[in-house]
């Protein structure tokens, strides 16, 4: 049926070119094609000469492990030449491919991959005995990744748990172990789950730090963190067998942390090892590395934290050793190519980890031993769907063709067969495990009915095709504007967001305490899914790992779009509230909040809309191997804008946003141990066309930002001061920054240091406000410059003498007029408040009305200090008080009333 192997096996390291690399691939394809016996022949010995004329043996050591050949091919045409690690691409049949593992050898100690990621073979030893009086010893695991290598231990840490790993990668460490209920002798534990919980900490200590707070520990888990333990979860979940219910527990520590070597990935890594060398019914190897782009457009696999933050990509994926589990990420507009090059670097290196998983798990539990519980993994009872094939047929056909396109119609079509299947096959005596059954068993009976409705007829249960949008409605600025800054609702079938958007100063960023030190965030998403949009009843408390998650993802969708802080001073806080879910609220959750940021008036540099998209796949393939990956190709149904119930039925749940030019985000979870590259290459393609109908809709119903911002919107004004005049607007703690916001009724001021110069950000709901303030910052600075010790020309420091208490000053300027008094200049450097109750013995209705700037009055000095840290004066008590100040008092003004210090 194929070619024969013998013929085409090669000894040594080779490299094929570019036009020798289409002569094999058309005598490869020529051979699969049906000819005849001759034809057959001659196709073969082409082949072998062929290969022959291309392929020099270079010298090199053999090793006993052969790894596919990834040379330099992609690299000279610049594209992947591999849909999947070992397999050549055959474009001439679509997804057809050729296993090319079995034709090239490799040397064992490095394999450099198509993208350019050099990775070497693992290796798997014995270190020990540890010093100290137990003679501990330590299976290790090395392999290098990019010349950095990564180090995994197991048998010194955590021996009472039922799988521990220490993996070390330069100078970061990670601690995790994994437990399971594992007693035999238990009663049956029956779920259709998995209930595992993983937890991931960033302790303080690892970056040489103590946490804040009087309770100097750390304490609830940072999104971060979150996130990181939400990858581990979504990466391992699929993998464990669906009879194994037995709850399962993986905790992770950074306990050393190197801002060279990013930890997340070596976390995903620990966590797949400690489980693969328990005793938890855990087999299959997964791994994850983060890939990222440098400034001339190459992937970096692993790189720092800090370079993923300037990269235009950032993705995280994770895999088996033949197939992709979970992807999570942001792009600043990468094209569907780019992305899926991306994902295949990544692969590459995945790969190479697994493999060395399954070597360094099988000598742990050799070394301890100890095997796989696989009698905890629950046999369901496999006749029941030919039972549900034989009663329940024509039921779920007329349930799936209702014609009706609601959420409860639709759902309680289908629901109403469940119940019916529980009438048939349950009675009184069925025990939990049978009642499980059933629930499965049905599950994967309407999705198999879905698919093969929507695969034979392209349609779905609400009546679209597998392309289609659902209905899209649009209200822009449902909310007042006198109130909110921006906002908008987004309706799509059953699935609706109201996002609003409100921008303030420096004062609203986000801000976060990580490893890598304080962080804040300029602008952030906050995403809420309440109980009330699906019609229940819940829980409303804290925020939820899910609602940080999604809020994350559409946070990444945005943020290419947001203008510089140059451009657009303020900080950007989007709220989604999720008012109906029936399928990617996460995606709306993008849409609206796009739509709310046009509305706000923020200059953003386009338009970007997600989609969720949904794989129905055979259940007999869903464990399926490489080998597989045409068959897989050819049964799978990829839906655009998946419902809540395809999601719960189906295989994937794939989300990627962007434009018409490219992707800003992407997340894919997956109930099936992988999918093939090519089958995500045609869920990117069909996704594009889906953000296209979105965004038609959305630019339909506002094509541009808002010119003007919203009243309600705070007025900023931003001026430059010198470093030496910071410490006088700030005032003795604060005292005199506090004064201004109150006394001009502001909403804040912040001063940045970090520049050669002060920047000030005076914020107001009033021009006018800002305008005074600025007028009296201006007269600080200049009162510090001429007066402050950092401040004069002269190599002596000088003050201005404090006033007397008691005096009354002569024809005293104001400076300042306000509702509630006067700010009157004693003389040059020293001025004071004139309360609105100590401006006249009368009662004073309006100050404004009595006094103005340029002013004269005498008053009389009350106190050096008030509350507030200003000179109190009063001109009520000046008034009845004749006495004049000494002919020697500071008042004179000049120099004579500058003293040296």
């Known amino acids: 049926g194929g070619p024969p192997s013998a013929l085409l096996t090669l000894h040594g390291s080779c490299h094929l070119s570019a036009a020798w690399t289409l002569k094999l691939r058309t005598s490869v394809q020529k051979m699969q094609q049906p000819t005849s016996a001759v034809g057959l022949l001659l196709s073969c010995v082409l082949s072998y000469a062929t290969i022959c004329a291309a392929w020099a043996p270079t010298p090199g050591a053999f090793g006993s492990a052969f790894a596919p050949s990834l040379g330099s091919v992609a690299a000279q045409r610049n594209r992947p030449a591999f849909r999947t690690p070992g397999r050549f691409a055959n474009p001439a ?243 569907e190519e780019e992305m899926a090059e991306a994902i295949e670097t990544g692969m590459k290196a995945v790969t190479a980890i697994c493999k060395g998983l399954r070597a360094f798990a099988d000598k742990v539990k050799e070394a301890r031993g100890i095997e796989s519980l696989t009698a905890l993994v629950r046999t369901p009872d496999a006749s029941l769907y030919a039972q549900f094939e034989d009663q329940l047929s024509d039921a779920m056909d007329k349930a799936m063709r209702t014609g009706k396109t609601g959420k409860f119609d639709v759902y309680g079509a289908i629901f109403d067969v469940e119940r019916e299947a529980k009438k048939l096959f349950l009675d009184e005596s069925s025990d939990t495990g049978r009642e499980i059954d059933v629930k499965a068993t049905f599950k994967r009976f309407a999705a198999e009915k879905m698919r093969l409705l929507a695969k034979n007829e392209d349609l779905r249960i609400d009546g679209r095709g597998t392309k289609a949008v659902r209905p899209i409605s649009i209200n822009m600025n449902p909310l007042p504007a006198a109130s909110v800054h921006g906002s908008s609702l987004f309706t799509r079938g059953d699935t609706q967001t109201l996002a609003t958007v409100t921008l303030g100063d420096k004062g609203s960023r986000q801000r976060m305490d990580t490893l890598d030190g304080e962080n804040s965030k300029r602008f952030y998403l906050q995403y809420t899914f309440p109980p009330s949009c699906n019609g229940e009843v819940g829980r409303i408390g804290a925020i939820g790992r899910r609602e940080i998650g999604h809020g994350n993802l559409a946070e990444r969708s945005l943020l290419p779009i947001i203008p510089s802080e140059v451009d657009f001073p303020y900080t950007i806080r989007v709220e989604s509230l999720v008012t109906e879910s029936c399928g990617s609220s996460s995606m709306a959750s993008v849409c609206s909040g796009s739509l709310a940021l046009f509305d706000a008036g923020v200059p953003v540099k386009r338009a970007v809309a997600g989609v969720a998209m949904g794989l129905l796949l055979p259940d007999n393939l869903k464990r399926g191997n490489e080998d597989m990956a045409v068959q897989v190709d050819e049964e799978a149904v990829i839906l655009t804008d998946i419902l809540g119930l395809e999601d719960g039925f189906g295989t994937m749940d794939f989300k990627v946003a962007g434009d018409a030019k490219g992707i800003t985000a992407f997340q894919l979870d997956i109930k099936c141990e992988g999918l093939s590259i090519n089958l995500l290459k045609r869920a990117l393609t069909q996704a594009k066309e889906g953000r296209l109908h979105m965004l038609y809709h959305m630019l339909k119903a506002k094509k541009e930002p808002t010119d003007t911002l919203a009243p309600s919107v705070p007025k900023m004004l931003t001026m430059s001061i010198p470093q030496s005049a910071i410490g006088k607007v700030i005032g003795p703690g604060g005292a005199m920054i506090r004064s201004l916001i109150e006394d001009f009724e502001l909403i804040n001021i912040d001063i940045d240091e970090s520049g050669s110069e002060g920047v000030v950000t005076v914020t107001s709901l009033n021009k006018e406000r800002n305008q005074k303030a600025e007028e009296k910052i201006r007269f600080l600075v200049q009162e510090a410059n001429n007066f402050s010790p950092s401040g004069g020309t002269g190599t002596m420091n000088k003050r201005v003498a404090d006033p007397e208490v008691g005096k009354v000053y002569k024809d005293c300027l104001v400076v300042g007029v306000h509702p509630f008094g006067c700010f009157v200049e004693l003389y040059a450097g020293k001025e004071g408040l004139v309360h609105v109750s100590e401006l006249d013995n009368k009662r004073i209705n309006n100050v404004l009305d009595l006094f103005k700037v340029g002013d004269k009055m005498d008053v009389k000095v009350m106190a050096l200090k008030d509350q507030k840290g200003k000179i109190r004066l009063s001109r009520k008590a000046a008034m009845g008080n004749a006495e004049t100040p000494p002919t020697d008092a500071p008042a004179a003004a000049g120099p004579e009333a500058i003293e040296a210090q």
Request: net charge negative; glycine share 8%; aromatic share 6%.
């Open 93 to 335: 049949k679509g997804s057809r491919s050729f296993p090319l593992n079995k034709l090239i050898r490799q040397p064992a100690h490095a394999l450099r991959t198509s993208m350019g990621v050099e990775v070497s073979e693992a290796r798997v030893f014995m270190d020990g005995p540890v010093s100290g009086e137990h003679g501990l010893e330590k299976v290790v695991m090395e392999i290098d990744l990019d010349g950095r290598t990564l180090r995994l231990e197991s048998g010194e840490v955590g021996r009472l748990a039922a799988g521990s790993v220490v993996a070390k990668q330069g100078n970061s460490v990670i601690y995790t172990s994994a437990c399971g209920d594992l007693d035999l002798n238990k009663e049956e534990v029956i779920e259709d789950f998995v209930p595992m919980s993983v937890h991931y900490q960033e302790r303080s200590s690892a970056a040489g730090k103590t946490s804040g707070g009087y309770i100097k520990r750390d304490g609830r888990p940072s999104d971060e963190e979150v996130l990181v333990s939400r990858i581990i979860d979504r990466s391992l979940r699929p993998l464990f067998p669906s009879g194994f219910c037995r709850e399962v527990q993986v905790l992770s520590w950074v306990l050393s942390y190197d801002p060279e070597h990013n930890v997340d990935p070596i976390a995903l890594i620990s966590a797949s090892a400690a489980l693969l060398s328990s005793k938890i019914p855990f087999d299959t190897p997964v791994a994850g590395v983060a890939v990222g782009m440098d400034a001339k457009g190459k992937f970096v696999v692993n790189p720092t934290r800090d370079m993923l933050k300037e990269s235009r990509l950032n993705l995280f994926v994770s895999g088996t050793e033949e197939s992709v589990m979970m992807i999570e990420g942001a792009a600043d507009f990468l094209t």
